[in-house]
């Protein structure tokens, strides 16, 4: 007889089903550890979208000017996008880029051209007062040091991006102008002007160091893998305003975050958490600025005036 009746039957009826039902699992076990495999070659270590789209390659490159006797530096290099381009026309590139993988594959692909040295490092780590000076590292030798300040450009990695400009805020003596690709939300709020929606603390604070020109947006077709997000560049010229304004830089930055500690509050309000009330008060009167104002809505020129009819009385 061809198979089993009774318990027999049904016990061995029960095995094969386990069996298949194990087989079953098995498989779909490897088709997922497949399919993760997948995901895992198309998406990056650390999140990088990467730009693929070649005019705005060449635009970003092209924003710079002229370069043939400047040292760039290049934020975030990745595969290499714009890195070529660069290379052809900088008297010095040094390319920073954190993933290790990445790098290794740019000092091969740029191993027989000596005005490019790539750097493997975090640039919120690096000694950009090192990088950019007299002899900035191992591999400075003979080669054209350019201008005394340098260009900088890059896709910034979205979620450090205020921690960057930050940090390229605070080696503007260095710097002469940078070309930076960020999230279009901020790019909005970096050239945002008194008065308008966007304008704030990173827009005073950025604006104290150069004048902001948004050059373009780019949607997340641009980008492999595509973003959630539309992004945009915007060109920075370096020309920090303390002393026209005559504030000093830490005491004038610190002052602006109380400015905008509460945007919706008025000045006044704001200026209660760290200033006597009837100073404010006189102070605000001496600066020629509303009682009622609030931050956003004041040029840079009316908070130095504030600041310094304040700074005497600080507390």
Do not use: C
């Amino acid at each position: 007889m061809q198979g089993g009746t009774g318990a027999d039957g049904l016990a061995k009826g029960n095995r094969r089903t386990g069996e298949v039902y194990r087989a079953t699992e098995r498989w779909s076990t490897v088709a997922k550890a497949a399919d993760a495999q997948k995901v895992t070659a198309r998406k990056p270590k650390l999140g990088q979208n990467f730009l693929v789209d070649d005019g705005a390659m060449q635009s970003i490159v092209d924003a710079l000017g002229d370069i043939s006797e400047a040292t760039v530096v290049e934020i975030g290099p990745g595969r290499a996008a714009i890195t070529s381009l660069l290379a052809r026309r900088a008297a010095r590139l040094i390319a920073i880029e954190v993933d290790r993988v990445l790098a290794a594959q740019l000092r091969m692909k740029f191993a027989t051209q000596p005005n490019v040295d790539v750097l493997e490092a975090d640039i919120l780590q690096v000694d950009l007062g090192t990088v950019l000076g007299a002899t900035p590292g191992p591999l400075r030798d003979l080669r054209p040091t350019g201008r005394h300040k340098a260009q900088v450009v890059g896709n910034l990695p979205y979620y450090i991006t205020s921690e960057i400009l930050l940090k390229l805020f605070a080696a503007s003596e260095r710097i002469e102008q940078i070309v930076v690709m960020v999230q279009k939300e901020v790019a909005d709020r970096v050239a945002a002007a008194p008065g308008s929606r966007d304008y704030g603390l990173l827009s005073a604070t950025a604006q104290m160091y150069g004048s902001v020109t948004k050059l373009f947006e780019l949607g997340p077709g641009a980008f492999d893998p595509p973003p959630d997000v539309r992004s945009a560049v915007f060109r920075m010229v370096m020309h920090p305003r303390f002393t026209e304004l005559a504030v000093d830089e830490k005491g004038f930055l610190g002052f602006l975050k109380v400015l905008f500690a509460q945007k919706r509050k008025t000045v006044s309000n704001n200026l209660k958490a760290a200033y006597d009330k009837a100073v404010a008060a006189e102070a605000l009167k001496e600066a020629e600025v509303a009682a009622t104002a609030r931050a956003e809505t004041l040029p840079l020129e009316a908070m130095a005036r504030l600041y310094r009819a304040l700074r005497p009385q600080e507390k």
